[in-house]
């Protein structure tokens, strides 16, 4: 399905003054220094940077014409010999939004979209993965998954066979955007946690805000962790799928076997028993593989093949990635935090054999909520049998108070708050055999704390 210059003019209802209606438009950047040849660039004036200042690199680098703020100082002299497009309108990232939406509903594909407060990410990537066994499919790269992510991955589409877009959120009102945008065919939930909550105020809101994925929905079928209490039983206007561990869901998994690097579960799928093996080894793997599951059942995937989806998939970087070095298990979970991964990964390491050595650091954007939140991680430090824990972060103090309050061995607890101090302490208390999970928020760094240990261990 192609996209011209003048439906870009005529559905922004912006002003061309430069180009060639009938040029055609394949994808959009915002990024100069990633720009693609041929490529539209869009100038987003952000609070610190006015993209817009940046169209005569873009064009340099190959970009076949540029959206830009109605404001912007257009060079006329710069561009008077170039065969490039310039296009200005009121509002660049709403142009953007407008145009995403024309081009969907052009699209007569199945679009899977999924939110939830964690796992979006890997569930999505996990879900591609089955479906790419049957049919050819545009996801949503790394987490791209806002109101300028989600619309550039629409955009990119050609010929796929179906679409898996994440959805993800700040606040209420964000995913209602984004939903009217993808008009979804198959909408996921995977849980409803404490992220966000600092913003949102309660669980519940946050459950409010995950449901505008409907909205943009003409026939409501939705795909849920029953697991999850607030999910558990919700009622809609539509139909609802399940899958789930401990409650009773359309796709439960059973006699779950843990490995290092691996994991094992059983399911009952078309009247036989199947085994399905994953290659990342904690209970909320579980839960995104049974979604994954169940939409490949949805798109009638044959049962090797999705099986076969599951074994391949491999997780992003920073994701739950088990390294050795010189007989020290390192675990990396550092992409992002929240109470439930936290647990999730808590219950994984408490499960291995070893010296168990739990490096945990702040939570973010919890607000008025992350004293109680971090302390929830601390009793799960305490009741899974962590041998040494070591915080990093203001806020990670309360998961080593509330350990401390419960009985853990204050010997064994150590707090800091730069990266630095705690890796220094790592090093010099490392034995063979210990196993170490490195745990936190993107933004605390803890990749800073892997390469610091990882050089020390080298020079041991």
Do not use: W
Not at 98 to 124: D, E, M
């Amino acid at each position: 399905m192609n996209i011209y210059l003048k439906d870009l003019v005529r559905v922004s209802e912006g002003v061309l003054i430069k180009g060639d209606n009938d040029t055609l438009i394949n994808s959009f950047s915002i990024d100069t220094r990633t720009l693609k040849k041929g490529e539209v660039y869009l100038g987003i004036k952000g609070s610190i940077v006015d993209g817009n200042t940046f169209y005569k690199e873009a064009i340099t680098n190959g970009a076949i014409g540029c959206i830009l703020d109605k404001n912007t100082n257009v060079d006329r002299e710069f561009l008077k010999d170039k065969d490039v497009f310039i296009l200005l309108v009121d509002d660049v990232i709403l142009s953007l939004q407008q145009i995403a939406t024309y081009k969907r509903s052009k699209l007569n594909i199945p679009v899977v979209a999924i939110t939830g407060s964690v796992g979006k990410t890997s569930t999505k990537d996990m879900v591609a993965s089955v479906l790419s066994t049957k049919y050819k499919v545009l996801k949503t790269e790394g987490n791209l998954n806002n109101h300028l992510g989600l619309p550039l991955t629409i955009m990119k589409y050609l010929d796929e066979d179906i679409m898996v877009l994440e959805m993800g959120m700040n606040n209420l009102g964000e995913i209602s955007i984004l939903s009217n945008i993808a008009n979804p065919t198959l909408s996921v939930i995977t849980n409803i946690g404490t992220s966000h909550i600092g913003n949102l105020g309660s669980r519940e809101n946050i459950l409010k805000a995950k449901l505008e994925i409907l909205e943009g929905m003409d026939k409501k079928v939705l795909i849920i962790n029953n697991d999850n209490d607030l999910l558990h039983n919700l009622k809609i206007d539509g139909k609802i799928i399940t899958y789930g561990i401990n409650n009773k869901s359309d796709y439960n998994a059973y006699d779950i076997k843990y490995n290092l690097d691996n994991l094992t579960y059983k399911i009952n799928l078309l009247e036989s028993t199947e085994e399905i093996k994953i290659n990342v080894p904690t209970e909320s793997f579980v839960l995104n593989s049974l979604c994954a599951l169940s939409i490949g059942m949805y798109y009638d995937i044959e049962v090797d093949k999705i099986k076969e989806g599951l074994e391949t998939f491999k997780l992003s970087s920073n994701r739950m990635e088990i390294e050795k070095i010189k007989n020290i298990t390192i675990i990396k979970d550092y992409y992002n935090a929240s109470v439930d991964s936290i647990n999730s990964t808590l219950s994984y390491l408490s499960n291995l054999k070893g010296r168990k050595i739990a490096v945990l650091g702040d939570m973010l954007e919890l607000g008025n909520y992350s004293k109680s939140l971090h302390e929830m991680v601390g009793k799960s430090v305490y009741e899974k049998g962590i041998d040494i824990l070591i915080t990093v972060g203001s806020d990670a103090e309360y998961i080593a108070s509330e350990a401390l309050k419960l009985g853990f061995n204050k010997n064994n607890i150590f707090t800091y708050i730069h990266n630095r101090e705690a890796s220094l302490k790592l090093l010099s208390i490392l034995e063979s055999g210990d196993i170490v999970l490195l745990k936190a928020s993107h933004g605390m760094n803890f990749k800073e704390i892997y390469s610091l240990v990882k050089d020390g261990l080298k020079n041991i």
